[in-house]
């Protein structure tokens, strides 16, 4: 059970590691702007917003590894962090856009029932 829940954490942590590239590197360029299904004037305009957000979604990361750095010490961590990402997930999800449920808050909910469960 502890290595499924490990790999469930480090995906997660995967996923924000991503979402800091499309963000922060990727948010006007065709990848960020199909991903986001933005047009290039909105990104242009809302680059900076992007970047903050992306720069938020690398603590989370860094947050995850260091508590699957940690071990068994790590737990608080690794629950505080998914806790994070589920709040998160969910408000996207309602205010921004349904995917995010899918793609933050489902992963994050899972991984934070395994970690739970350990």
Same mark, same amino acid.
């Given at each position: 059970?502890?290595? @499924?829940? =490990?790999?469930?954490? /480090? *995906?997660?942590?995967? *996923?924000?590691?991503?979402?800091? @590239? ?6 006007? %360029?065709? *990848?960020?702007? %199909? !991903? ?7 990104? %242009? /305009? ?5 970047? =903050?957000?992306?720069?938020? =979604? #690398?603590?989370?990361? !860094? ?9 068994? &010490? #790590?737990?608080? @961590?690794? @629950? ?5 990402? $589920? $709040?998160? #997930?969910?408000?996207? #999800?309602?205010t921004a856009s349904r995917k995010i449920l899918w793609a933050q808050a489902l992963p994050g909910a899972v &991984?934070?029932?395994? $970690?739970?469960?350990?």
């Open positions: 059970m502890t290595t @499924i829940t =490990n790999v469930a954490v /480090a *995906l997660v942590a995967v *996923l924000h590691f991503g979402f800091l @590239i499309l963000e922060m590197f990727l948010w006007t %360029r065709p *990848l960020g702007l %199909r !991903t986001f299904g933005t047009t290039p004037d909105f990104a %242009r /305009a809302t680059k900076a917003l992007a970047a =903050n957000q992306g720069l938020y =979604n #690398g603590f989370v990361a !860094t947050g995850l590894g260091w508590g699957l750095a940690l071990g068994d &010490a #790590g737990t608080s @961590i690794k @629950i505080f962090f998914l806790g994070c990402v $589920v $709040v998160a #997930g969910v408000f996207g #999800g309602f &991984a934070l029932a395994l $970690v739970l469960l350990a």
